[in-house]
């Protein structure tokens, strides 16, 4: 990691970096330019250093060598490194919802489905440590600023995590297209988690044997699959449905 901290790029990801850690942050980086052209980044300025963080003002070419391809919109920060829980140490109340995903490799999903659990209300997002992902800049600015309210936790295993959430009495549900029963007819409102496939590979057979139920969503259109992060945010809205929130 940079000896400066975790890089974010992006207005909206460094926006929930500054409402997230404030002072925390050893840097807030904007691009130096008028005011009257750049209203969000100016905006974005007065925001962190009204929550006590350090802001400096350079040129867009330095921008452009910090983040590394990452698109920064003119903002970057540098935040402390984020909290990775053991599954042990994961809350599970009586209405806990749980996402994992099986080896999900591509960043942008990855912060997409970050995204919408936080959204959701998801209690925690669980993966495998192989074969998944990074924790990377391009999935934290997927995810809009959403990793930095997200309990994260990744595993040694996701078969051995799913049959650990079992045990403490969460129902797995996974989602493939061609599950024995669709979504909604499965009961969402008792402790469950979310368990969806890598792109183009779906769920790994020793995952799938860990799951209570395998669950199809709905699709009457001629499109016969979605990506990870879409299946989640649909799956996640008919949890939230069930239980009456609002």
């Keep these: 990691m940079n000896p400066q901290g975790r890089i974010i790029c992006g207005l909206q990801p460094v926006r929930e970096a500054i409402r997230k850690h404030g002072a925390q942050l050893s840097r807030v980086v904007v691009e130096a330019a008028p005011e009257r052209q750049a209203p969000q980044l100016e905006a974005l300025a007065r925001f962190a250093r009204d929550q006590g963080a350090p802001v400096e003002r350079i040129a867009r070419l330095e921008l452009d060598r910090m983040a590394r391809g990452v698109r920064h919109q003119g903002a970057i920060a540098f935040a402390p490194g984020l909290r990775v829980v053991k599954l042990d140490d994961v809350v ?17 999903n990855f912060g997409a ?65 061609t599950g024995d029963v669709a979504i909604d007819r499965i009961d969402l409102a008792k402790p469950v988690a979310i368990v969806v496939g890598a792109e183009g590979k779906g769920l790994r057979r020793t995952v799938k044997r860990s799951c209570d139920a395998i669950a199809r969503l709905p699709m009457p259109g001629p499109v016969a699959s979605l990506n990870a992060s879409v299946a989640v945010a649909m799956a996640l809205y008919e949890a939230v449905r069930q239980r009456g929130e609002r």
């Design 92 to 108: 599970l109340g009586d209405r806990a919802l749980v996402v994992a995903l099986d080896e999900v490799q591509d960043p942008q």
């Design 113 to 177: 489905v970050i995204r919408s659990a936080v959204a959701m209300g998801a209690t925690a997002i669980v993966w495998p440590e192989h074969s998944s992902a990074p924790l990377s800049p391009t999935t934290f600015r997927a995810s809009a600023g959403a990793v930095e309210h997200a309990t994260l936790c990744r595993v040694a295993s996701l078969p051995h995590a799913l049959e650990e959430l079992r045990a403490r009495g969460v129902t797995a549900v996974g989602l493939d297209m």
